[in-house]
């Protein structure tokens, strides 16, 4: 989305590069939403959003798509070990919710983040469970595995079957387009079919 922003750049009268209006507020609302889901209000990420990129100003939206590739390093880092408590079946289901109300609003995109990272962090717990490593050692430190290798590990080891695999691992391309900004490579309908396969996964594969 702000790539299809920035593309709208223009001259304004007062000499300053502008965006189209409604290609900027649909940015700047979907992110708000997006970073208030998965932060907070009180976090950095959000708050420097929230003041930041506020005119449909060209600078504006570069900014916006700043905040927004930092936070996609701590989605490819596993960021969601950051979050207290998130093992429980509750709180993943919080987070489905929200992916489903983003849907609802026809925002793909951040939606296909939430869902990927919840499921990359079930696969997290299911290594867990069944006493299979999540870290990697490199140079004396734990280098947390990716999310490919986690399903790899826990589909040749038979904690669920080659089909579950091969489905995990589309899913997880879908959320990578997602993280990269490859928004048109899968459609709304494709997300909403996503966000149906992970809870029917992890239901079947509970931890």
């Not at 702000?2 to 304004?12: H, N």
């Not at 992916?99 to 296909?112: F, I």
């Not at 080659?162 to 899913?171: G, H, I, P, R, S």
């Amino acid at each position: 989305m702000s790539d299809k922003t920035l593309a709208t750049t223009y001259q304004g009268y007062g000499g300053g590069q502008l965006v189209n209006t409604e290609l900027f507020m649909e940015f700047r609302t979907s992110c708000l939403s997006f970073i208030l889901n998965l932060f907070g209000s009180q976090h950095p990420y959000y708050k420097d959003f929230l003041t930041t990129v506020t005119e449909i100003k060209h600078q504006d939206t570069l900014i916006g798509k700043g905040i927004l590739k930092a936070i996609k390093v701590e989605i490819d880092g596993g960021w969601l070990q950051t979050f207290k408590g998130l093992v429980s079946s509750e709180i993943f289901s919080d987070f489905l919710e929200m992916a489903e109300h983003l849907l609802k609003e026809k925002y793909k995109d951040p939606a296909a983040v939430m869902i990927g990272s919840v499921l990359e962090e079930h696969l997290r717990q299911l290594c867990v469970k069944s006493g299979i490593p999540i870290n990697d050692e490199k140079g004396g430190k734990a280098i947390p595995k990716k999310a490919d290798t986690l399903n790899g590990d826990l589909g040749n080891l038979g904690i669920y079957n080659k089909l579950d695999q091969k489905n995990v691992t589309a899913l997880l391309d879908l959320r990578n387009k997602a993280a990269h900004g490859k928004y048109g490579d899968y459609t709304q309908q494709q997300v909403e079919i996503m966000l149906q396969s992970v809870t029917d996964f992890m239901t079947r594969n509970a931890v």
